[in-house]
């Protein structure tokens, strides 16, 4: 069990609100992860290491991968409490874990990230400050922490769905390119509406590859790879160029 009382282990508490939802009254996986996104937020400014902190540094947060696996979504007016609390360093990477519990402490949802230090006027990797380093001491022990997340995502050989989209000003986050849940949330809608009306995501694993900047025009394709079980991936209009890739296991 995860001792509550470190300052390391961060807990928040949402309700899913109307404009979390989708035509079946229930989280859609953008809000989810936006809400893991929100009580991560709240835990690195607590301890001094958010993007307003690091601004002075020149660096900021950058999410690289993802794996989520999820036991049933919380429905609309639902109360979640999000546990969240970084869970390593190796390298380059960062890695912080999440698990969602419903009202009754059920849990519902899990996570594991890696993230990686952007310079922001470079735009180009940044090593991992001593001050983010000395956080290890603080950390719970290992026999907690999710297995770290997986590297490899399924190519996408022939796309057989594909969808348009074009980065806005609203589709942009602090570090002024596409905001990580709307690589998620574009990729996902590509696939046809029988499998997002009628199917249930179970697992996913997303790999973030480059950045998606104001005005660029993308594409988000998606194929079958086998029974309920589908490869994704957005890529760059113009030069083809892959930003990110997903693979998704639905029920």
């Avoid at 690091?54 to 993802?66: G, T, V, Y």
């Avoid at 230090?117 to 290890?136: E, V, W």
């Avoid at 997986?150 to 570090?175: A, G």
């Avoid at 590859?209 to 079958?224: D, T, V």
């Amino acid at each position: 069990m995860l001792d509550e009382q470190l300052p390391i282990i961060h807990q928040a508490h949402f309700r899913i609100r109307a404009y979390d939802i989708d035509s079946r009254k229930q989280a859609t996986i953008p809000a989810l992860v936006r809400l893991m996104q929100e009580a991560a937020m709240e835990q690195v400014v607590a301890l001094g290491i958010s993007v307003w902190d690091l601004d002075a540094h020149h660096i900021s947060w950058i999410l690289m991968r993802k794996h989520l696996e999820i036991k049933r979504i919380p429905k609309h007016g639902e109360a979640i409490r999000i546990m969240t609390h970084p869970s390593g360093f190796e390298r380059i990477f960062t890695y912080r874990d999440f698990r969602v519990f419903d009202a009754q402490d059920n849990l519902i949802a899990h996570s594991s990230t890696a993230w990686i230090l952007m310079n922001t006027q470079t735009r180009k990797l940044a090593r991992i400050p001593d001050f983010i380093l000395s956080l290890g001491d603080k950390l719970p022990p290992e026999t907690v922490f999710l297995p770290k997340v997986e590297t490899h995502i399924p190519k996408m050989k022939q796309p057989q769905w594909e969808t348009p989209f074009r980065v806005s000003w609203h589709d942009l986050d602090f570090n002024q390119h596409l905001n990580n849940t709307y690589y998620i949330q574009w990729m996902l809608d590509s696939l046809p509406q029988r499998v997002l009306q009628y199917q249930q995501i179970k697992e996913m694993s997303v790999q973030y590859q480059a950045e998606a900047l104001l005005g660029e025009r993308l594409l988000s394709q998606a194929c079958e790879l086998s029974e309920k079980r589908y490869a994704h991936r957005l890529i760059r209009e113009e030069d083809g160029k892959e930003l990110a890739c997903l693979v998704t296991q639905w029920v």
